[in-house]
């Protein structure tokens, strides 16, 4: 019931937004990051979104006669740059967490790890799934959208490797803190990641490998 609710409201925002005019894309970039304010990036909720904020744009573009191709693929820039930005959000978290030495959940930061390198590819997935469930100019704009994000790549993408590029530096740093409790869950954290991670984590364990070992005093 509440998703159900939670889904109506976006597409009433979203009509709202696009029966309005003005700037599509921050509208829908707004909208989306308050959905995403808990955090969860799954694909679920992606999914969720995407279909709640493709229908209510469609239908605003059509109550005011707007162009239905250059609405929706405001909107979609919008949620992709919206998407991205939280998982930029989530890596922040992590990183002052581990900077100020605190103890961090290493199940926890996996989970976040992974629903992050699979971000790109779940917004892709999720617009080719709404358009699956559309008729008409909507399936066809929305197929033709998610193929060129398909191809191209996405905002979500260019941010998600910069955020776990950033996540990578701050873990690799504190194998060498002084804190033994820290440096030995940075150097675990590590070593499992390896077995998780694609593109710049794939040498996270590698950098961990030739980071001097501490010294005894």
Same mark, same amino acid.
């Given at each position: 019931m509440e998703t159900s609710n939670v889904a109506d409201d976006l597409k009433r925002e979203a009509e709202?937004?696009?029966?309005q005019g003005g700037n599509l894309r921050d509208r829908a970039r707004q909208i989306t990051l308050d959905a995403l304010?808990?955090?969860?990036?799954? %694909?679920? /909720?992606?999914?969720?979104i995407g279909q709640a904020i493709?229908?209510?744009?469609?239908?605003?573009?059509? @109550? !005011?006669?707007?162009?239905?191709k250059s609405g929706l693929k405001e909107a979609?820039?919008?949620?992709?740059?919206?998407?991205?930005?939280?998982?930029?959000?989530?890596?922040?978290?992590?990183?002052?967490?581990?900077?100020?030495g605190k103890d961090f959940n290493e199940m926890e930061l996996k989970s976040s790890i992974e629903r992050m390198r699979d971000l790109e590819r779940d917004f892709v997935e999720s617009l080719k799934d709404?358009?699956?469930?559309?008729?008409?100019? %909507?399936? /066809?704009?929305?197929?033709?959208?998610?193929?060129?994000?398909?191809?191209?790549g996405t905002d979500t993408? @260019? !941010?998600?490797?910069?955020?776990l590029s950033a996540l990578y530096t701050t873990l690799n740093a504190q194998a060498g803190s002084t804190s033994s409790t820290l440096q030995d869950a940075a150097r675990t954290t590590a070593a499992r990641l390896?077995?998780?991670?694609?593109?710049?984590?794939?040498?996270?364990?590698e950098a961990m490998k030739h980071k001097p070992e501490k010294r005894a005093e």
């Open positions: 709202t937004a696009a029966s304010k808990d955090g969860k990036l799954s %694909l679920e /909720e992606i999914r969720n493709t229908e209510g744009v469609s239908l605003g573009l059509a @109550g !005011r006669g707007g162009e239905l979609v820039n919008g949620m992709d740059e919206a998407i991205g930005q939280a998982a930029q959000r989530v890596s922040m978290t992590f990183r002052e967490a581990i900077e100020r709404v358009a699956g469930k559309s008729g008409g100019k %909507l399936k /066809e704009e929305l197929t033709e959208i998610s193929g060129h994000l398909g191809r191209t993408g @260019g !941010r998600v490797k910069e955020s390896a077995d998780l991670a694609s593109g710049v984590l794939a040498g996270f364990s």
